[in-house]
């Protein structure tokens, strides 16, 4: 039977707003989690980071504290390498690299190591507010096959205004791509990851009595925790074991994330139509979030012990520690 080493860990959390000595509340149970494990956490300021202060925001961080975890709301890639460096000027550092973080982070530094797994897509970089003319945005979708497709950035999409700024039924139609990627633009507002980027609409559906996306958690490039994705009004998950599906998809997955080579990754996986599982987005396990129905010690493993490889899931829909 696989074993599990412990270790010590420290956390960064982003600070509640209104209570600077205290953990964001969306963050408090881990963070308490983490400090029962052993683990420390401490606190930085985000409002100050997305500010533009660095400096500001580790003024919590004591000298020498070592390598540490960040574990927190989003951090545009250029405030996450200011936060790197903030850091070690204090002697201390991120054990995921900003090159790391911004390639798990953002679509175009993973969408090659992924492809096959995950639907064709194409990005063109623009700024908050600049929004592709026409011709460019035909041309993007001339790369991608025919038919329907998903507009977001390098980050995020706008599922929750699906019709509005998400969903376009036909590449085809370039006066509907355009209205669709305006309003998409429109709505980030200043918050516009990168650029914009098309990915092609695969039919997905729910698997019975499970979340209809799950969240596969990858540390040094293993599987180590499965969850319902944060927005599933369920938290039971396929058993990563059992479900010859996933059973069939978690090699090639595994293999993409250690060819992406960060040391701490999430893939959201959805189940096409067909009876495949398919990689519908890659991110830095870090800014990542947890279903409020995990098992928050068995996620703290994961920052604080050497874990044991994958195993079946427990009710909570989590793989147990």
Same mark, same amino acid.
């Given at each position: ?122 990005? &063109? ?18 790369? &991608? ?144 979030? &947890? ?31």
């Amino acid at each position: 039977m696989a074993t599990t080493t412990a270790t010590t860990a420290t956390v960064l959390y982003c600070r509640d707003p209104l209570h600077e000595r205290r953990a964001d509340a969306h963050f408090a149970a881990e963070a308490r989690q983490l400090r029962a494990a052993g683990g420390t956490a401490l606190l930085i300021d985000h409002d100050a980071l997305l500010a533009g202060d660095a400096e500001r925001a580790v003024a919590r961080v004591p000298d020498g504290t070592g390598a540490v975890w960040y574990r927190g709301w989003m951090i545009p890639a250029g405030g996450y390498a200011a936060l790197d460096a903030a850091l070690r000027r204090r002697g201390s550092e991120l054990r995921v690299s900003p090159e790391a973080y911004r390639r798990a982070h953002e679509l175009p530094g993973w969408y090659e190591t992924f492809a096959g797994l995950t639907p064709v897509s194409g990005w &063109l970089p623009a700024g908050p507010g600049a929004v592709p003319d026409p011709e460019g945005l035909s041309a993007l979708a001339a790369g &991608l096959p025919p038919g329907a497709a998903v507009v977001k950035d390098y980050v995020k999409s706008r599922k929750h205004e699906w019709h509005e700024a998400c969903y376009v039924p036909d590449l085809a139609d370039p006066a509907a791509l355009h209205r669709v990627v305006a309003r998409f633009v429109e709505l980030q507002g200043e918050f516009l990851a990168g650029g914009v980027v098309l990915r092609a609409f695969e039919p997905f559906v729910t698997p019975e009595a499970a979340a209809a996306e799950v969240r596969v958690w990858w540390r040094d490039g293993a599987p180590r925790l499965v969850t319902a994705h944060p927005d599933s009004p369920v938290a039971e998950v396929p058993d990563p074991t059992l479900d010859p599906a996933l059973v069939a998809v978690l090699p090639p997955v595994r293999a993409a994330v250690e060819a992406l080579g960060c040391p701490f990754v999430t893939t959201d996986l959805a189940l096409r139509a067909d009876g495949v599982w398919r990689v519908v987005e890659v991110g830095d396990g870090q800014v990542s979030d &947890l279903h409020r129905e995990a098992d928050q010690a068995a996620f703290v493993s994961l920052l604080t012990a050497d874990q044991a490889p994958l195993r079946a899931p427990a009710a909570s829909g989590t793989t147990p520690a």
